[in-house]
């Protein structure tokens, strides 16, 4: 049977045999509904092309989350065996690790009150966002080389920050050298950025709790008011990936890989572009870890500046996780190199790779839901490891396009809409906020509602957006 | 000779028609221009490029990159070009328009669905932008 079908409730495949160049099947995490809409968009075409890939193992994956994407569909994990299963630029993609931090503020809303409205105009006047992108920090060549390499720690960043940020906020065989000058120029004054599209800053307050030991473990509790960041490599990254796309796609013929798609350009993991491309992408994923932690540095002066110092520093850092990065993990006793293209990585209790304080509750995960809309907090469960390579969603996922949502809302009713629902706005763009209306995506709560199904992950917490600061 | 957006979940997708080769990469031009400029404003500064690439389609990419890097790490908003010499794997073009604070727009040009060749008496294009 080469047709789609189901597996059980919550997982599809498209077996190895629909395509003659399919090496593994395809398998989709969903339910009906959202399966359809995956199926709809070209998304699983894409999966399909990811399962050709040299050195796939096991199967192309998609999260309930997925949708169109270039090369890799957005929402997709793939595994390579090592040493010479390939590595693509692609299944990381442009924005090298995109991802979500979340800091936790020692106070409730019922004690926030009144000031919230202060809080979120601070947290803009605070972060640049958007075209504002080059008023972020200035560093100097052996500052940038040193955030290349370490990641947060290079620019001051409190042990225990580290600690709760994933791989401690570093990827290890960064190397400045690989990053071409041009991506250097690009990323040079971006630090501390929050870039635009669906990059955010959310001020939330936690409405429902689900695990009450997880939730007190990562030091939740109801009513408690958080900020949600999400933001990634900025220009640096974006300018590594297209230059080792482009480096892959000239040396592809070289090795003998024929492809249905350019941009899934890929060399063995093995190759000098392999490896430099890797050296490269770590060094723009700490590049990205730095960001996450200079914007939360940001959003603690604004914390400080309306709430008072001691709000300051007793806001900490829950976790943060990376969305769009591959890494070397060790499956059945195996080193592959999982590369997750809008997927987080959801580690189970026991894990040595979750800080000692989470290590038996598992990896907190967070999925933000569209603007305006929940998102959600949860702990990684062992049907990550033995069916998606330790895997889980991302968010809510688009399902209507950036124009689709523009002919739908003026940017500007948006912006009133969400008012009226207590929600403060702030973003330089109302084009941007338009195509970011919630109805261009899916409901986060059914996307979550299936990884939890399917053993990926566990729900946690509900938080409820007070205030979005866009870029 | 036109340009226009289609339909695609999360990115931009450009499809380009046009008389002759170098008509192309002045289409994209103008569909770039689109995207990252906010108001008009006095063509005041200019930029000489030079991208190359091993194929018409790869070349399109080069064009295109370096309008995003110009944008991104300069503020360029481009509006014209006085020059345009399209050759065997090189573009040459001098470039005009203004430094301001172009729509932090597109992040990357992609290889995906990627196309350019002949069309009829003309040629047409298509490219994907990660915005």
Redesign the interface.
Known sequence: MSEPHAIDETLWEVPADARPDMRVPARVFADAELFEAIAR???LDQLQNVATLPGIVGAALAMPDA?????FP?GGVAAMELPDGVVSP?GV???INCGVRLLALPCSEAELGGRRESLVHELSRAIPA?????HGRARREHELDAVLREGPRAIGASADDVERTESGGCLPGADPAAVSE?AR??G?GQLGTM???NHFVELQRLVRIFDEETAEGYGLAHDQVTVLIHSGSR?LG??V??DY??RM??AMRRYGIELP???L?CAPASSPEGGAYLAAMAAAANFAWANRQAIADEARSAIAAVLGQAAAKGTRQVYDVAHNVAKVERYDGRELLVHRKGATRAFPAGSDEIPAAYRKLGQPVFIPGSMGTSSFVLAGEPGSLERSFGSTCHGAG???????ARKQIHGADLRRQLGAEGIVVRSP?NKGLAEEAPFAYKQVERVVEVVERAGLARRVAQLVPLGVVK? | MAYR?V??????ELEIEAASESAIFLEALNAFAELVA?EPSADSEQRDVEVRG?DR??LL?AWL?ELV?LA??Q?FVPERTTELEVGAGLVRATLRGHVG?????V????????LFAANGDGWQARV?L??
């Open positions: 968009d070209g998304s949708h169109q994407g270039y090369g957005v692609g993609g442009y924005d958007g075209a504002g992108k080059r041009r120029e690009r040079a870039g635009s599209g220009g974006h300018q990936c297209s796309v482009q796609d000239a798609d350019r941009q350009a688009r399902t209507l396009s950036r124009t689709g763009s870029g | 957006w339909e695609h979940t999360s990115e931009l906010e091993d389609e790869t990419v990159d890097f991104e790490s503020g604070e172009p729509r932090d727009f992040k990357a040009v992609t290889l995906h669905r990627l994907v990660d915005v």
